[in-house]
Every structure is written in C-alpha cells, then in structure tokens.
C-alpha cells in the first residue's frame, strides 16, 4: 500500500488497471475536503483522468465511476477526452451512464438534505450556471490505452439493469470492428432482454397498429420509436437466417436498399438490440 495524493507518491510508476471511485459531491459550502469533488463535483475525477497518460501502460484500462457533467460547449464524454490532453488519441473512451439528471433539481435536493439554505441553492445554481452546466450523470467511465497506433473510439450509452466492465469493453471493440463487419453474411439474434411494443388505433371501426416501440434492458438501455419494418426486421431474426435471406424477406415490404438494410444492422448492434453470435467480433 502507497499513501499519496493521487498519483503523487508513485514515482513514475506505471500500470497496466487503474481503478478509481472518486468523490464526486459538489462541495456547496466550499469546505474543499477529501470527501467532496470540488465546487463542480469533478476536480478529483479530473486529476485521475489526466494523470492516465502518465501512469498507464500501453494495452492498460482505466475504470473510473463518477458523476460528470454535460455543458453548453461540450458533452461529458468530449470533456473527458480532452482531460487526456495531447494524448488524447492513444485512448478509446466509453461513457455507460445510469440516466441523466437535472442539474438545477439536484442541486436543489443535495444542498437541503444537507442542512443548506436558499441562498446556499441560489448560490450554486449561479455556478452551474457560469460553469454551462446542462445535465448530470452518474456514468462508468472505461478507457483504453492503444498498444499500436489506431482510430481512437469515443462512445456514450445508458447502462442496462445489470452494467458489467464487459459491457463496456464490448461496446468498445463494437465500435471499432461494425465498419468491417459484412451484414449480409451474419445471422443475428434480438438480445433476450427486447420487448417490441405496438400501440394500436381505432381506425374505421378496426384495431390497427400505429406505433412501434423497441424496449431493452441490457446490456445497454433502450428505449425508442421504430417503423414497421424494423419491428418486423427483429420478429425474423432467429439466429439461423443470415442478412441477405432476411433482407429478401424484407425489401419488398421496406423498399430498402442493401446499404441501408446493413446500416440498419449496425444501428441495432450498436444499441445492443440485435446480436451477432457468429462474429467474433461482436459477441
């Protein structure tokens, strides 16, 4: 064990995982102790994503949980790539948050529970202001370090019911192999968590569907309208027929071309939605 003020008592060291849970309250009452994150909530997670370039080894991973902020500027996750400075681009980042919150009602509720006063919630909501802040989140944090010079992946989902850092790592290598993959050759699957909800409509005393909804828990969450034909795209996909059969099944029905059919592929495996047993690269 090494006691010392973030990285400052490692003398150079270097390591192939970095883990950290930092404190990440926001420091209302500017009391600027270990237990706080600073005035934004973000001071110490800066420290330790900017001391990443220094400290972890080529083919290392991070993994830092946190609560970050996105801002008029810049998104959270273009915020924390830009915490890795001139080396930004040796580092592929995922950002799997639990939901975003409102920053105004939440400073409200942590500076009350908290024994403050109105003007201590003016106060700071005066900050979140000067500072752009739009959003919060909780979020796991997962970077990568190249072990040889390649494109530099940033990607931000929600997390599912159960995140797991293998989520994050697939979501990852997801982004970097989907350009690649041939559509038209795999057989995908619907994750087993999917739900695709119809509403129906009394139209002309019938019931018909008018809206199609794609509902999933995990591994990352969904929660979205879709057309017709992509509701009937999942009924089909049952791990023996690969795209180009399905996209036959579904051409005449979309008037999709094949560019748009694989597109749609990779839409849905980006979201976790479809999967792709078959491809080692996307399990």
């Known amino acids: 064990f090494i006691r010392s003020d973030m990285y400052s ?46 400290y972890l080894c ?48 939440y400073a409200l509720e942590a500076v009350t529970a908290r024994g403050g006063s109105i003007n201590d919630v003016a106060r700071h909501l005066e900050q979140f202001r000067e500072d752009g802040v739009k959003k919060l989140a909780i979020a796991a944090i997962h970077f990568i370090r190249h072990r040889s010079p390649r494109e ?42 999917l739900n695709v909800l119809t509403r129906h409509e009394i139209r002309e005393r019938e019931l018909v569907p008018v809206e199609y909804r794609i509902v999933n828990t995990d591994p990352l969450k969904v929660d ?22 399905l996209y036959e099944q579904l051409k005449d029905r979309a008037f999709l071309s094949e560019a748009s059919f694989s597109e749609t592929m990779r839409s849905l495996g980006s979201a976790g939605v479809l999967r792709f047993p078959n491809s080692r690269e996307a399990e």
């Open 9 to 54: 008592g490692l003398d150079g060291k270097k390591f192939d995982t970095v883990v950290a849970n930092p404190p990440y309250d926001f420091d209302y009452f500017m009391s600027q102790t270990a237990t706080k994150g600073g005035a934004d909530g973000e001071g110490l997670t800066k420290r330790v994503i900017t001391g990443l370039p220094y």
């Open 58 to 105: 080529p083919g290392g991973k991070a993994y830092v949980l946190s609560m970050i902020s996105d801002r008029e500027e810049e998104t959270a996750e273009q915020r924390v790539r830009h915490w890795l400075g001139e080396h930004s681009g040796e580092f592929d980042v995922a950002v799997l948050s639990a939901g975003e919150l409102d920053s105004n009602l």
């Open 152 to 193: 530099a992946v940033t990607v931000r989902r929600l997390a599912g019911v159960s995140p797991k850092n293998e989520t994050l790592e697939w979501l990852l290598e997801w982004e970097h192999t989907k350009a690649d993959l041939d559509y038209l050759a795999l057989k995908p699957v619907p994750s087993p968590t």
């Open 224 to 245: 979205t309208p879709c057309p017709a034909w992509v509701a009937f795209l999942i009924s089909i996909c049952d791990g023996e027929k690969n795209g180009r059969e």
